[in-house]
């Protein structure tokens, strides 16, 4: 996937790119309004990370540009604005998520999937890892071509997983996930635990590897 | 005590007091003017006896009137006559009673002989008069007394209403209220110029607030971008393999608490702009369907809890209010009775046109209900809790007039909004 940052806090981008391109996309860096408009005019982007706040100029304009020139590409916004009116004002003029600052990479990078999925493959791709095979619109997932019913939330979580595989995520960046942004993380880590627990014994059930790994009771990663 | 009934009370006393001098000195005057008056008459009469005495042959004269009344004595027989005028009484046989007159006693010569008369003026129908007169004027001097006082209060009372409608204002004054503070002219220059201060204070004072506000929500807006890099570095750096246990943990540690830094500083971010009222699109509300998605959204929670949710909902009312706070305050108030439920507890959520109310079990804590809701609360129980749960629970109320209280009762804790609060 060919993703262009536009974030004017180099050290910010830094961590996306070097995060994104592990896990295998393709990734290009601009802090300004100016080159950022140079970049869409003379290339194709799959997606487009952009922040609001810019130096010489708003985000929201080059959402408006891409759109006009009516190019695919698929739009997040990263802002430290959060208020539901920018909110509304971006995904209005097109704009596919809107994420706020401070936000998990694991997060963003499950957003940039899912638009992958829309954009290149009209929403009807299915997610294969190794023997498991979901289908996003049906909500459904096979192991070695057997249906496991899991819950919402279980189902959340693996796709989650699958996005950012090999890739440590945090307790935190799943709580978040899951719930969103006003739960305690205390609480919501005992029912992280709960969830993982019964989506592995699920996935276990029907000959799935274990692929889900605790790590030193920080965070899980989902690897072999 | 009102200024008005003081200032009322004092008019009231000084004009009884001297009007009451007033009518007795009129009295007197009065009593003095009417004796003045029959002792001319008296003089009169004294001038006719005596010409009458000159040319009569006999005194034997009696009359039947006392007023007619005159008694002539030989001066031999008096020895110490009272001479001029005085006052006296006289039995009345026919009504019974003494009735006051006027007499002159004076001497009158006859044939070189002297003689001592008295003639009398009866006092009785003067009497009576100045006793009519002293009771018209002082029931005119009530009654000049009360339209006085009416129309003074009434004057008093247009004047001050300025100052009252002040009063009144400042009592209601709420810096957070967003409404603007305006004052009543007046007339009265002192009442002018108080209102002026005031304006010019309470501006004063808005504009401290606001900037101070303004303030605290562009500082932690600018931690955020900070609290990003911090949070993706440290992430970055939990994805290296080459570390080891230790390192791990403590890299863990740290990006732990500058997740739940960046958490708090949102919360106090999106607390500050409910104070700002930043939120100012209001639709109408369905407080059981907000309820009602926020329970699915939290069903995994109720469910691992094992927590028996109960549905009391009139599902007709209707509250206008901004949709994404209207969903922090259901969202936050059901979060909380979920927390601090016990497992297999109960969840009531009970909504009428009146109140919302959320109960859950548990054990008596002895909160607090005043601290409850102040920032940072938090209980021994849950040192992780941010403590801002209730804090925006409360500002939310307060933007839309409603009022949160909590209760403890039967094992259970009561949340309860009441929509329809008046200020006391």
Sequence with gaps: MKILIIEDEKSLTDSIVGYLVDDGHVCEAVYNYNDSI????????????????????????????????????GIIIISARNSLENKIEGLDIGADHYLTKPFHLAELNAHLKSINRRINFNGNEQIIFNEIRLLPNEHQVFVCEKEVKLTKKEYELLVFFISNKKKLITKSGLAEHL?????????????IYTHIKNLRSKLLKEGCADYIKTVYGVGYKFDL | MKLLTKTSLNYLSVTLFVFMFAVILFYFLLRHQVN????????????????????????????????????????????????????????????????????????????????????????????????????????????????????????????WNVFYDTINKINNYDINSHNEFSLKTSEVKEFDDLNRVLLAMTQRIEKGYASMKEYTENASHELQTPLAIINLKMETLLQSSNLDENQFTVIAEAYEASNRLSKLNKTLLLLAKIENRQFPDSSAILPHIVIEHQLESLEDLIESKQIKVIKQFETNVVRLMNPYLAEILFANLIKNAIRHNLKGGELIIHITSQFVCFSNSGTDLGLDEDKLFERFYKLSTSPESIGLGLPIVKKICEIYGFKVSYSFANNLHNFKIDFDFKEQ
């Design chain 1, 38 to 73: 140079e970049k869409i005019e003379l290339y194709e982007y799959d997606c487009i990370v952009v922040d609001i706040n810019l130096p010489d100029g708003s985000g929201l304009d080059i959402i408006r540009r891409v759109k006009r020139s009516s190019k695919s590409s």
């Design chain 1, 179 to 191: 719930w969103g942004d006003y739960m305690d993380m205390a609480d919501s880590y005992d029912f």
């Design chain 2, 36 to 159: 003045q008056n029959i002792n001319i008459e008296l003089e009169k009469r004294k001038s006719s006896i005596t010409n009458q005495l000159l040319s009569a042959h006999s005194s034997v004269y009696t009359p039947p009137n006392q007023n007619e009344k005159v008694i002539i004595t030989a001066m031999k027989a008096v020895h110490s006559p009272l001479l001029s005028f005085y006052d006296t009484l006289f039995y009345d046989n026919t009504a019974h009673k003494y009735i006051p007159f006027r007499q002159l006693g004076f001497i009158a010569s006859f044939n070189n002989e002297k003689f001592y008369v008295q003639i009398f003026k009866s006092l009785e129908e003067t009497d009576n008069l100045i006793v009519r007169i002293f009771m018209i004027m002082t029931a005119l001097v009530f009654l000049i007394i009360i339209i006085l006082l009416i129309t003074v209060r009434h004057t008093s009372l247009s004047a």
